[in-house]
């Protein structure tokens, strides 16, 4: 466990700034931005870091509303991801506001420790996590590459260490067909809405085979112009769900065929496309998930028993893709929602209610002290080092 020196120093210096990690959660919250177009969101984020003497970097991997900010030259470097993207049409249901002022918090926290622990502190804000996968593109881009673990948290109804999540991809099908007028010559068209329709009615057949974990779900986002003219293009968007990547592959094989069979029933040419990188399962750290528990339970919360933390996935996030090349925790920190949960436009107003402003200053506290623990603790601190140092080799 930490030391009490180290673990009041970050605790201190979280309590101290505040007022200013509350302001940044709502300002943040009051001005919500969608996947790649965060750009005050990301500012925002960076601000308070930039002001305490990080190296920035701007737009890593080529992303526009993405940062990387390092403090201190320690062997063991630590992440902390930022998110700060919002959802269409109900703004901050996420809460990742809450997300982006406690990681600010844990990096200012640690930065004030940075030397005396042999650390490296890298905040980095990572776009796009509700849909675009910015953090599976910035692994990919080589910004992870020198960090030896990743910690980030996330609001929800519930306190949960040691979360779980699905693994995820996303497509859009695309059918194409002919006009014809409805009336006059609808033998002369080929009806790319009726593909549509046999795909969906497999795909509704195919759920009662579904594996355990398993789930599909989709919209329309092009169904014709006009009624009196026969469709001949048509698109629908398609999220896949498993509770690892090898189901996940398995249930896209079984998709594809539904997509297939609307093609073949109607005669129309297809396409299908993936829309944003595929989402790894969460693979947390045991290590660190139960040294975060511990630190939920000295603040006073009651975090899930591990029996229902293995029964409850959530959804699905890219932090997944971290977490299965390095150690990494995504747990969850709960507020008051009033019976709401994520998604829903009530979590989106709790997202700046009493119980989140907790949240944000509790959570950076957390992870703080869940990171000094790490680097104080030798057989951990060498486990992490020796896993970067094998992934760079």
């Known amino acids: 466990m930490p030391t009490a020196t180290a673990s009041i120093s970050v605790e201190d210096a979280v309590n101290r700034r505040r007022g200013d990690l509350v302001e940044l959660s709502h300002s943040i919250h009051a001005e919500p931005e969608l996947a790649f177009a965060e750009h005050r969101s990301c500012a925002k984020t960076r601000a308070l870091v930039a002001e305490y003497g990080f190296e920035m970097t701007a737009a890593p991997g080529g992303l526009d509303t993405a940062f990387r900010a390092d403090y201190g030259s320690g062997p063991l470097v630590v992440g902390i991801c930022a998110e700060y993207d919002a959802l269409p049409g109900i703004g901050h249901a996420c809460g990742h506001n809450i997300i982006a002022a406690s990681a600010v918090g844990t990096a200012l926290a640690l930065a004030e420790v940075a030397d005396e622990l042999g650390l490296t502190v890298v905040l980095i804000g990572t776009p796009a996590e509700e849909a675009g996968g910015g953090k599976a593109l910035l692994l990919k881009a080589g910004t992870f590459d020198d960090i030896a673990a990743t910690v980030m948290l996330h609001p929800g109804p519930l306190d949960i260490a040691r979360a779980r999540s699905l693994a995820l991809s996303q497509v859009a099908v695309g059918y194409s067909g002919r006009e014809a007028h409805a009336a006059v010559a609808p033998y002369l068209g080929i ?15 195919l759920r009662q085979q579904l594996m355990p974990g398993q789930m599909v779900h989709g919209i329309v986002t092009d169904g014709g112009q006009a009624t009196n003219v026969i469709p001949a293009r048509a698109e629908m968007h398609y999220t896949m769900r498993a509770n690892d990547a090898a189901s996940l592959r398995e249930l896209e094989g079984r998709m594809a065929d539904c997509f297939l069979a609307g093609a073949v029933a109607t005669g129309c040419e297809y396409r299908v496309r993936e829309t944003e990188p595929p989402y790894d399962e969460l693979a947390p750290d045991q290590w660190l998930a139960d040294t975060f528990r511990a630190e939920m339970v000295r603040l006073g919360r009651t975090p899930v028993g591990k029996d ?26 709960g507020i008051d929602a009033d019976g709401a949960s994520v998604h829903q436009p009530g979590f989106a107003a709790a997202a700046v209610g009493p119980s989140a402003d907790k949240a944000v200053v509790e959570g950076a506290i957390m992870l703080a002290r869940t990171v000094v623990s790490l680097a104080e603790t030798p057989a951990e601190r060498d486990r992490v080092l020796e896993l970067q140092a094998r992934r760079a080799s």
């Open 308 to 333: 229902v933390e293995a029964a409850m996935p959530l959804g699905s996030t890219d932090m997944g893709n971290i977490t299965q090349v390095m150690p990494g925790i995504h747990p969850i920190v």
């Open 191 to 205: 009806n790319a809405v009726d593909a549509i329709t046999v795909a969906q009615v497999a795909i509704g057949l």
